[in-house]
């Protein structure tokens, strides 16, 4: 074989050579760019799946407070028969739970808070009917009593009269005395 063809394929090989070092170059470069591209749209679609599924999974626990939220101004206006809808079993359903419970406990206290302060009212008005009441008692009692005693007649049948209307007197005295206490 001549020798000429010999440099020929030693040409061709460090041609070949030339050429992979050439394209391994620009792999290097096509690949680093088309990874970072790749990585960088990966990236951005999982922010942005992120950000949507927060929004799915936080917007109805965001609508439920609001709600309770909602249900505070007419109790802040003295309403306490609100009541908000209890759904679910998490943390938010047991404030709204726990919100219903403190507002029957407030409406009840209320109530009772209410009547006592009726129930005072009434006793005001008994006490001061007591007092009205017992006040003539006494000069009632100490007339008749008077009568009673200064009476020196002889007729027997106004003595028994006398005697009967004290005895009458001194008995009802003691039934409204017993009353008003």
């Keep these: 074989t001549p ?14 050579q030339a050429y992979h070092q050439l394209e391994r170059g620009q792999r290097e470069v096509y690949l680093d760019t088309t990874y970072q591209r790749a990585f960088a749209a990966i990236l951005v679609v999982t922010i942005l799946a992120g950000i949507g599924v927060g929004l799915l999974v936080a917007r109805p626990v965001t609508r439920r407070i609001a709600r309770l939220g909602l249900a505070m101004r007419p109790v802040a206006e003295g309403d306490l028969d609100v009541r908000v809808p ?3 079993t998490d943390e938010v359903s047991d404030l709204a739970r726990a919100m219903n419970r ?27 009917l007591a007092h009205e009441i017992k006040n003539p008692l006494q000069p009632i009692q100490l ?8 009476y020196a007649g002889e007729d027997r049948g106004y003595q028994r009269l006398l005697d009967t209307t004290l005895e009458v007197v001194n008995e009802e005295v003691s039934s409204l005395r017993r009353l008003v206490s």
Excluded: P
């Design 143 to 150: 007339a008749v009593e008077e009568a009673h005693r200064r």
């Design 3 to 16: 020798s000429a063809r010999f440099t020929e394929l030693e040409s061709a090989q460090d041609l070949v």
């Design 102 to 128: 403190m507002l029957a406990e407030l409406a009840e206290n209320r109530g009772r808070i209410e009547y006592l302060r009726l129930m005072a009212e009434w006793q005001k008005v008994a006490r001061r």
């Design 86 to 88: 209890v759904e679910g």
